[in-house]
């Protein structure tokens, strides 16, 4: 049956008209949602991008000023072997043995110190703004198979730059013996560093690209 038999030629065509506008909207629609995925999945990971960074930072930091602590940790267990005792922190090591460093061992102290001002505590102040404007991966509003994970992590990384920025504040502005800012060594001040976030973040990183392209 011919349903448009008796239309009128003018009606006929407005109605085809009509359904092919309804369809143009529609797929103009689909394309524009499609589009909007795609902004939100790329800039999700820009996002986590960045933060990565900021682990590959916090960790060069860390190790360079490692590298200094063991070659004054050395020299201390040579120029004063007598405040070398079992159990005792570098940090601890190094205040007790402050007053009589060596040019050389002040030297190292200094640089020592000053990474934890400047590198760092600034990687560190990054990281927490980062974590303060995230709403989505610390939440696991953002679905992938490691969101719990890396939510978890996020949270308890959150938590130890607040401790590290505290006890910063306290250990390290006024008083020229302390080079270091631990939460997790023997003191045990406060939470460490999250182990493994910077792999996990890796992995949720290859998640996102592959689902952009």
């Avoid at 990565?52 to 360079?64: G, I, K, M, N, T």
């Avoid at 590290?164 to 390290?172: E, F, G, N, S, V």
Wanted: proline fraction near 3%; charged fraction near 25%.
């Amino acid at each position: 049956m011919d349903l448009f038999k008796n239309v009128p030629d003018w009606l006929g065509t407005a109605i085809v008209g009509a359904v092919f506008a309804a369809v143009g909207y529609g797929a103009k629609a689909l394309l524009e949602w499609r589009e909007r995925r795609w902004r939100e999945r790329v800039g999700h990971e820009v996002r986590l991008h960045e933060f990565s960074v900021l682990l590959e930072q916090s960790c060069a930091f860390f190790a360079f000023q490692q590298t200094l602590v063991k070659r004054l940790m050395e020299s201390l267990k040579k120029t004063q072997p007598e405040e070398s005792a079992e159990g005792i922190g570098y940090e601890a090591m190094m205040a007790r043995c402050y007053d009589r460093f060596t040019d050389g061992e002040r030297e190292l102290h200094g640089l020592i110190r000053f990474y934890t001002q400047s590198a760092l505590r600034s990687v560190n102040q990054a990281m927490s703004a980062w974590l303060k404007q995230d709403t989505g991966f610390k939440t696991g509003l953002i679905s992938f198979p490691q969101q719990a994970e890396l939510a978890g992590l996020l949270v308890r990384l959150e938590i130890h730059l607040m401790l590290w920025d505290a006890k910063y504040d306290y250990w390290i502005p006024d008083d020229p013996r302390h080079a270091l800012v631990y939460l997790a060594d023997e003191l045990q001040h406060g939470m460490g560093f999250p182990t493994g976030i910077d792999e996990v973040v890796k992995s949720v990183l290859n998640e996102l690209r592959a689902r952009r392209s």
